[in-house]
């Protein structure tokens, strides 16, 4: 309870600790946004590490020149490409291990199946928007993983849809973060990008009610 209170912290306060980081650490803070980045990407278990809001934050930081903008938006749009691609190749190698887990009893052959097939018909898709909504976009590529979508399909998708993830959202910390409101009342403004984040899957739990 600790840990999750101190990363809720973390990102509610998320411009107060990235200014602590750049102050600290210099130039050494665009590899630990990088490592948050290739986590909440990379691995099933870290969906709760920042992201939409980290890359805001970044981006009102590289407004006031604590970061060069086009280093920053390379550097975090490899973090977030390489994360996709080494959640896809552990769901590749070990799915059928995770399948074949007991101790797993809500993935198996037949999820899989299914899984292979809606990757195969609406993958890309999938993999691009998967991008802006926090948690699937953790799982995403590790289902197609597991479901062995075709990898030339999937690094197109994963490639274009982290640009397009990693410039919008550091674009809009990069010219809204610094304005005095925004700036007042950050919190909230992270607060208002996470809810509007999960929408998409609040309105899918709603139309399957």
């Known amino acids: 309870m600790a840990l999750l209170g101190e990363i809720v912290n973390f ?6 600790h990235l200014g602590e980081i750049i ?12 490592f948050i980045i290739f986590c909440e990407t990379g691995f099933v278990f870290t969906p ?3 992201g939409d809001s980290l ?20 550097i975090l749009w490899l ?6 691609t080494v959640n896809y190749w552990v769901g590749y190698f070990l799915g059928q291990k995770i399948i074949d887990n007991p101790k797993i009893p ?7 199946d299914k899984t292979q097939k809606f990757y195969e018909k609406h993958g890309g898709k999938t993999i691009f928007l998967a991008r802006f909504i ?15 979508m075709n990898y030339r399909r ?3 998708f994963n490639l274009s849809g982290g640009g397009v993830w990693i410039f919008t959202f550091i674009n809009l910390g990069y010219f809204f973060g610094n304005i005095p409101e925004v700036k007042k009342n950050f919190s909230f403004v992270i607060l208002a990008i996470i809810l509007i984040s999960f929408l998409p899957i609040l309105i899918g739990a709603l139309r399957k009610n």
């Not at 990102?11 to 107060?16: L, N, R, Y």
Request: without cysteine; hydrophobic residues 60%; aromatic residues 20%.
């Open 134 to 148: 926090p948690i699937i976009r953790t799982f995403a590529p590790f289902v197609a993983g597991v479901g062995k």
């Open 11 to 16: 990102i509610f306060h998320i411009d107060v």
């Open 106 to 112: 809500f993935i198996n052959q037949e999820h899989i």
């Open 154 to 156: 999937f690094i197109v």
């Open 48 to 50: 709760f590490l920042p």
């Open 79 to 84: 973090a977030a490409s390489l994360g996709d």
């Open 23 to 34: 102050l600290h650490y210099g130039w050494l803070s665009y590899a630990i946004i990088f």
């Open 55 to 74: 890359l805001f934050a970044a981006g009102s930081f590289a407004a006031i020149g604590s970061f060069n903008l086009l280093t920053l938006l390379f």
